[in-house]
């Protein structure tokens, strides 16, 4: 088959429009876009067109790794004794690791045509970082990273990776910025995402620096639409179709990558493929956060979204898929959810990692701790079936592969993993009781 020439852009098949993003409460302005973002960027954010033409540059380098592969995974399917099918679309095969590198490469080429000469990026497990020094490399582009600090203390290897590809790598919080100090000096040390990109884009004031998002924005969700695009495809050739579609999530590029597609046939009621996005019970923002507007990092200066949030200063506990350690969801998956047309589950680290080592030792691939979310997902959806007695094809993500994250099973394989995580509701109420002044919802 053929790699993906066009993203799919899935708000044209919606009948409602996203709430409109608002000015920071410190900000006078009226505008709701970073004018750092290319235009290109921004207009793919708004588009209504169903259909976005991908430029042949970025083919090209996509051609490098894609398509990936899609496995039924048989092994897996007869270690669990299940009736159901399950299939995987497999993204760790290419120089990051995992599904990041379909819009790193994208916004890279932007940000290249608009002028950029360096790119500052947050990350947490590391992935995305990863993702972002490839595509640099890619377009001579220089890129600056700060990783939060307990991942990079835990993952050092990412960082070595990173810089092989010509990153320069900071823990986070640091002290390069005013955001990092006021943070270290509260405490904060072992880091958030939400520090992390508050840090990036404080970065963005040395001349030529711009910001990069990875996986909250509506452009970065749709370049990874190439995953769902060829997954539906290659389904067909098998002869078959998903009844449900799995994805961790983070703040929604894998998970809105994979489902978006798949979920185009079902809009705009709803009632077709039912699409799981599968989160850490340590970071429950869809399943125990509000939606409200909320700031996307910690600094409080960006615009403010409508989305599920535990708010913008909720400190995830410690758990090992850093990359889903994000205190909101992107604004569109955040409204899917909000109508009932996607759902939402939530489970704890130590029954992930033990169907991520089932999973691994059937099907020859160890899975990222963020992916390993989907293999739980899809374990819980066929033991389900098998209740009820039917007989579903389950089409999970393994977004990434977890080779980095030898640290995190030696702890689980040990006995040492820390114990299962629950968020006492008094910290979720204390941090959403500092959201910002909500605006006048009759308007949005």
Sequence with gaps: MQTSQSWYNILPDLDFTLPPDRPPETDSGSGSLDPQVPLSLIRQEMSRERWIPIPEEIQRRYRQ???????RATGFEKALGTQARIYYKYEGANLSGSHKLNTAIAQAYYYKAAGAKRLAVATGA???GTAVAAACQMFGLECHVYMVRTSLENKPYRKTMMELLGATVVASPSDETEVGRRFAAEGQHGGTLS???AEAME????PGTRFCAGSGETYALLHNTVMGLEAGEQMSEMDDRPDIVIAGLGAGSNFGGLAFPFLRDSLPSGGGVRCVSVEPAACPKLTRGRYAYDYT?????????KMYTLGSRFAPPLMHAGGLRYHATAKIISALYDRGLIEAVAYQQREIFASATLFGSCEGIVPAPESAHSVHGAVVEAARADRDGTRPAILLSLSGHGLFDMAAY?????GEMD???????ELIE?????????????VT
């Excluded at 990092?297 to 979204?305: A, G, L, R, V, Y």
């Excluded at 030696?410 to 040990?414: D, F, G, I, M, S």
């Excluded at 204390?430 to 009759?442: E, F, G, K």
């Design 65 to 71: 790794w894609r398509p990936t592969p899609l496995v």
């Design 126 to 128: 590391g992935q995305w």
């Design 195 to 197: 520090i992390a990109l």
């Design 203 to 206: 970065s963005t004031h040395d």
């Design 297 to 305: 990092d910690s600094s409080e200066k960006n615009p403010m979204q």
């Design 410 to 414: 030696q702890a689980y394989l040990a």
């Design 419 to 425: 114990s299962d995580i629950e968020v006492p509701d």
């Design 430 to 442: 204390r941090s959403l009781a500092q959201l910002p002044r909500q605006p006048d919802l009759a």
